[in-house]
């Protein structure tokens, strides 16, 4: 984490819990997000951006903003999602600056994955080809072990190809933002999305879908 | 899917396709709509980029009728919606994926940042 010395862990540098209304009648203490989200939200960094100490940073960023934006937040959703939002936030400014500095295009990566797959002339081996996902999203959200199948899935993806389509998919950036953001070309973003699709796709009917039966 | 190709690729029985290539009538139906539609490989590549941007019309048709033969590139397509509607639900189940938490030194160092303030 930034601009910290080992001197903070021998002196009392924790202070005591200060409770500050926030709207609504809801009580915000720093302290306690840190307790009750920030494993939450170090999680979810983590999966973004694989880094520890890059996750822990964007944490402390978010948990900054937060206290800083404290008197806006209304209530009108839960705090973990109001945090959450904020984090989001940073991930995208943290990928924003990524872009600027490292090439993102990654077309190296699983560029012949799935061969095997197809027959020469094109068509899907038949045997090998998709089968019928169960059960639906709205029911498959519920089950602890499809978010832990997701998350190694999304894990094993290569990195650029997983950062692309997690700001697509997770965030809902539009292709056209993320090239910019990226300095990508639409066509490279598109291959890679593509890839990226392909191999969780078989990721999760191995993992998840297949195993069930 | 040329007869050939149909007869060297076995179809499983899950097969849901609207038209089988079973008899005469059905292996010419198959045979001219895979002809004039675009081979799987390509079609799995082009509904990646629909979900990204929309198609021409007349590549929609195409693939409409692609379906119709080809039950497992309609799965993908489905499949894709899938993988969209769960991914965006990912920041709302990340405690149910698991993973590694804040060490307590970080959890310490955090604390610490925020009271400063």
Redesign the interface.
Known sequence: ?KQ?SAE??SSA???SP?MVPGHGGAQTN??R??DEH???L???A??RVRR?EVA?DL??DT??AA?RSREKFAGQSSER?WL?GIL?HKISDYFRKLGRETSFTDLDSLADEFSEK??P???????K?????KPE?DE??HR?E???T??HCLDKLPERIANV??L???D?VE?KEICSMLSISESN??VM??RA??A??EC??INWFNREK | MGTNVEDSNPRPPDDTSAIQPTGWLGKILVWTISGATPKCRDVVRILSEQMDHDLPLMMRLRLRLHFSVCCWCERYMKQLHYMRETARRFPEHTDEAGGPVLSPEARFRLKHVLNSQ
């Open positions: 984490m910290l903070l862990f540098a924790v202070g200060t720093p302290e997000w840190v920030g494993d939450c170090f999680r979810y983590l999966v520890r822990e944490v402390q948990l900054l206290i999602s959450t989001k197809f027959v002339e094109g068509y899907w081996v038949h045997v080809g998709p089968k019928e996902w999203p498959v959200v602890a499809f978010w832990q997701m998350r389509f997690m697509r998919e997770m809902e292709s973003l598109w999305l593509h699709r392909m969780l796709r999760l009917e």
